[in-house]
């Protein structure tokens, strides 16, 4: 994983105000002649060469993993954050995982992926919009599984593991969570609300040509009133108006389940997951 210098600057930083140690101290415990080239790491500017990332090391009782990446958590948290969202199974499992777990029906909204933004500052807007809806939820996901991933690894000391092997064990934890999800009241409220989010119930239901011609083809004779058209749009209307009653019965129950979990916690509904 490529190394952020500006973080590693920031560690190096905080180590030694809280050693209450000067840039020019801290110099001569690692055998430099000056304090500007731990100026220079501080800053970000450059990055110390191993025998000296070992020797900071050994002087603060730190790993060199803690120096160059942070903490097992934050180094986990870095990979499923850059790497994880490229790696196809990783990405395809995150998104199953927020699609059972997130009520907020503006999270995998089709608008917020519209293609009908034609003009730059249109789409400029559309990605601030769900860049806004979709980041934090994101990252909230990945938060749910970086416990486990780094509790497999608290043993690790010597070398964090590569990011592959990070990657596959989200994927594991992911796998597992998902799997025992489904089964939940929330992980079935989900999943039928997102199958009625997939059927557009107004759609076409205003007069077209090319519509009204495919159906009324399949009518005779042409004067009859009771044509294609007509009847598929009395038909369609009522099961629109019959699944519009069922969703709305549906977040009617799933707003009591959430005030009365909410109420089993001590604490309020959560705004983000109640329709």
């Known amino acids: 994983m490529q190394i952020d210098k500006q973080q590693v ?5 905080q180590l030694r105000t809280t ?4 840039m020019a101290a801290l110099a001569s415990a690692v055998g430099l002649a000056g304090k500007s080239t731990i100026n220079d790491w501080e800053k970000g500017r450059t990055l110390a060469s191993t025998e000296r990332m070992t020797k900071l090391a050994v002087f603060f009782k730190v ?3 803690y120096l160059l990446y942070g903490n097992l958590t934050e180094y986990v948290t870095t990979i499923f954050q850059k790497n994880g969202l490229n790696h196809s199974e990783f990405n395809v499992l995150l998104w199953e995982y927020v699609d059972l777990t997130t009520t907020n ?4 909204s089709s608008d917020v992926f519209s293609p009908t933004a034609h003009t730059e500052q249109a789409q400029s807007n559309q ?3 769900a860049t806004a809806l979709i980041a934090p939820t994101i990252n909230h996901a990945i938060q749910q599984i970086v416990p486990a991933v780094v509790q497999h690894y608290q043993d690790t000391t010597v070398t964090y593991p590569e990011p592959d092997e990070i990657i596959q064990a989200g994927c594991y934890v992911f796998r597992q ?6 089964r939940t009241f929330t992980g079935k409220y989900n999943r039928i609300v997102r199958l009625l989010d997939n059927v557009d119930l107004y759609e076409k239901l205003q007069p077209d040509d090319d519509f009204k011609a495919y159906l009324n083809q399949t009518t005779t004779p042409k004067e009859d ?5 007509s009847l598929d749009e009395k038909y369609q209307r009522q099961m629109n108006q019959l699944m519009t009653k069922f969703h709305q019965q549906l977040n009617e129950i799933n707003a009591a389940y959430q005030a009365e979990l909410a109420a089993t916690e001590g604490r309020q509904p959560d705004s983000a997951t109640d329709n």
């Open 9 to 13: 600057g920031k560690r190096i930083h």
């Open 19 to 22: 050693a209450g140690l000067s």
């Open 63 to 65: 790993s060199t993993n």
């Open 105 to 108: 029906p503006n999270v995998l």
């Open 127 to 129: 990605t601030k919009i």
């Open 177 to 182: 969570r998902i799997q025992i999800i489904r």
């Open 225 to 229: 009133s009771r044509n294609g058209f």
